[in-house]
């Protein structure tokens, strides 16, 4: 009879766990930019938490018990060399633990760029950011979210797709007819892609992002150390020095750029840890935490 018991209250725990998150479509009418519908997200390998084809973008939602809410809320944008998604390793799990701790959060699937799929792919990701900031911002209140204390998180290409969001928001590239700010209010970079500069760039996400031969303008615009303005918002970074896949200095010169301008900025480089630390080595979720705590 007890362990009959323990079944039911284990299935009714389940329950509420599967109903605190949901899948929303990002956009509520037509996707920007994209050439045709195609198939659907597209997992690869199948069960891997890993996506090659998105399609149709999507928001993942966390949200924390209530009285552990600290009205902070994140935009988490995986990795993957904007070839594939890290859904589960980048994405759902620190959303998870994000939630844990009192923040919001919000796993974004976006659209990785595709001649094929989208008129313009260097803007295809960005507009998609973009749209993910507006809808949480427009959505606060049901969430109970300061609006004013929404953040975006990336790892690798996705904290080149973060750090893009942060400093390429004056220009809304989606329709935002209530002018909603798209402005983060602090950026999390983990291991980021920064540039697109031939010395520092990690090559097969510019290759991927803004094909194989970009023009100077193109590659400046998309090297976010030189977008960085007194307005960017403030920054956490973190990455290894022995990082062999993305040179660390994309770091350092994003640390230096944000410093000259006088944006509130922590850097945190460790040791060693090589590119994709996460859930491997060091409690960088802990020293995030506390700045979190300290600076929103």
């Given at each position: 009879?007890?362990?009959?018991?323990?079944?039911?209250?284990?299935?009714?725990l389940?329950?509420?766990?599967?109903?605190s998150?949901?899948?929303?479509?990002?956009?509520?009418?037509?996707?920007?930019?994209?050439?045709?519908q195609?198939?659907?997200?597209t997992?690869?390998?199948?069960?891997?938490?890993?996506?090659?084809?998105?399609?149709?973008?999507?928001?993942?939602?966390?949200?924390?018990?209530?009285d552990?809410?600290?009205?902070?809320?994140?935009?988490?944008?995986?990795?993957?060399?904007?070839?594939v998604?890290?859904?589960?390793?980048?994405?759902?799990?620190n959303?998870?633990?994000?939630?844990?701790?009192?923040?919001?959060?919000?796993?974004?699937?976006?659209?990785?760029?595709?001649?094929?799929?989208?008129?313009?792919?260097?803007?295809?990701p960005?507009?998609?950011?973009?749209?993910?900031?507006?809808?949480?911002?427009?959505?606060?209140?049901?969430?109970?979210?300061?609006?004013?204390?929404?953040?975006?998180?990336?790892?690798?290409?996705?904290?080149?797709?973060?750090?893009?969001?942060?400093?390429?928001?004056?220009?809304?590239?989606?329709?935002?007819?209530?002018?909603?700010?798209?402005?983060?209010?602090?950026?999390?970079?983990?291991?980021?892609?920064?540039?697109?500069?031939?010395?520092?760039?990690?090559k097969?996400?510019r290759?991927?992002?803004?094909?194989?031969?970009?023009?100077?303008?193109?590659?400046?615009?998309?090297s976010?150390?030189?977008q960085?303005?007194?307005n960017?918002?403030?920054?956490?970074i973190?990455?290894?020095?022995?990082?062999?896949?993305?040179?660390?200095?994309?770091s350092?010169v994003?640390?230096e750029?944000?410093?000259?301008?006088?944006?509130?900025?922590?850097?945190?480089?460790?040791?060693?840890?090589?590119?994709?630390?996460?859930?491997?080595?060091?409690?960088?979720?802990?020293?995030?935490?506390k700045?979190?705590?300290?600076?929103?």
């Amino acid at each position: 009879m007890k362990s009959k018991n323990l079944l039911i209250a284990l299935a009714i725990l389940f329950s509420l766990q599967a109903k605190s998150q949901e899948i929303i479509p990002l956009y509520a009418g037509p996707i920007p930019g994209a050439k045709a519908q195609g198939p659907e997200v597209t997992e690869t390998p199948a069960g891997s938490g890993m996506y090659r084809v998105v399609i149709k973008p999507t928001l993942e939602i966390y949200l924390p018990e209530k009285d552990k809410a600290t009205g902070a809320a994140v935009i988490v944008c995986a990795g993957g060399g904007y070839s594939v998604i890290v859904y589960q390793g980048e994405g759902v799990s620190n959303a998870k633990e994000l939630a844990k701790n009192g923040v919001a959060a919000f796993v974004l699937k976006y659209r990785l760029p595709s001649d094929a799929a989208m008129s313009d792919k260097s803007i295809g990701p960005l507009q998609d950011a973009q749209q993910a900031i507006k809808v949480v911002r427009e959505r606060a209140a049901e969430w109970g979210i300061n609006p004013n204390k929404i953040g975006i998180m990336g790892f690798s290409a996705g904290g080149h797709l973060a750090s893009t969001a942060a400093t390429h928001y004056t220009k809304s590239l989606i329709e935002n007819s209530k002018n909603t700010s798209l402005r983060p209010d602090f950026q999390i970079l983990v291991y980021p892609v920064i540039s697109m500069q031939d010395n520092l760039t990690h090559k097969d996400s510019r290759k991927q992002l803004l094909g194989q031969s970009p023009t100077k303008e193109l590659v400046d615009l998309y090297s976010n150390e030189l977008q960085v303005d007194e307005n960017t918002p403030k920054a956490w970074i973190a990455q290894a020095a022995d990082d062999n896949t993305v040179d660390v200095d994309n770091s350092i010169v994003y640390f230096e750029a944000l410093r000259h301008k006088k944006v509130p900025v922590e850097m945190h480089i460790f040791p060693k840890g090589g590119h994709g630390f996460v859930g491997r080595q060091y409690d960088w979720m802990s020293i995030l935490l506390k700045w979190m705590q300290v600076s929103l």
